[in-house]
């Protein structure tokens, strides 16, 4: 007997959550009165939301089981050592 | 007759085969590829981030000055829009519906197309204006406008600006290049009628690497045109 398949999550719906992100990081872009380090962490984090939404609802990896999630999620640590390590030849 | 319908489901094959990851090797390999790109990126990335965060006591360019933010704002709502249209092929022929899969891989493969084009048009747009992948161009406008305007226009680390910008977002085009070629070879065999709800399992790894390089894009495009 075939597998019995989830139902597909809303694609719109994501699609609309990812529109309403990247209105509001190009909102962000212009001229705002808060500080440039707020609009730089208020950007990456909502940088982050969109890429987690791709990753979790298109790619499928929110029905994914865990051994394959680890695949996604092992460069991810190695990514933010890379650069620390790279970052230390200016701190230094 | 529901009787005769086929019991092998090569979309998950049986376990003694794949008994580790339980997926199939073609999707398997995607991922692991998919984990050495993201490597690939983290060090354009990482690069770009300590030269300019770090290494340059100079400010760099203010966003909208030497790039535009309107037309990359378009390509940005291109590429996601191209990956709804992947997932919808996906979902398509998930749901045993051949017609309209191939409906949405096309709308895909005109997306990414487009995108590739505004990209393009883009660069020889910057080159006209004197942006460069070693900085602004003497004599140019942006030269110019750069030598009246030193910090706006970042003129002191105009050459580390051109390099990051050209190295990260070529990289990144070539990607989306790479997979409207491949998604054209997918399209012309799902026209042969090679795909079907039993076994799509091309549909699955090429919408992967199309939602990772819209993803790629996503960071690109927050960190390099709007920051």
Known sequence: MAETRHAHPPYLLIWLYLFVLTVAEIALAFELPFSRNVKLILLLLLALWKAFLVAMFFMHLKFEKWNLRLIAIVPLPLALILVLAVITEHVW | MAHATATVDVMRPPAPAERGVDVYNLKLGMWVFLASEVMFFTALIGSYIVLRFGASPNPWAQPGKVLSIQITAFNTFLLICSSVSMVKAYASIADGNVKLMKVWLLVT????????????????????????????????????????????????????????????????????????????????????????????RGIEVIGLYWHFVDLVWIILFTIVYLI
């Open chain 2, 109 to 200: 493969i005109l997306c990414g197309a487009t995108f590739v084009g505004i990209q393009v048009y883009e660069y020889t747009h910057l080159i006209h204006h004197g942006f460069q992948p070693s900085g602004y161009r003497e004599g140019s406008e942006l030269a110019e406008l750069a030598a009246a305007n030193p910090v706006p226009y970042g003129a002191a680390t105009a050459g580390l600006y051109g390099s990051t910008f050209f190295t990260m977002t070529g990289f990144h085009g070539f990607h989306v290049t790479c997979g409207v070629i491949s998604m054209t070879y997918v399209f012309i065999r799902a026209l042969r009628g090679k795909y079907s709800q039993q076994d799509h």
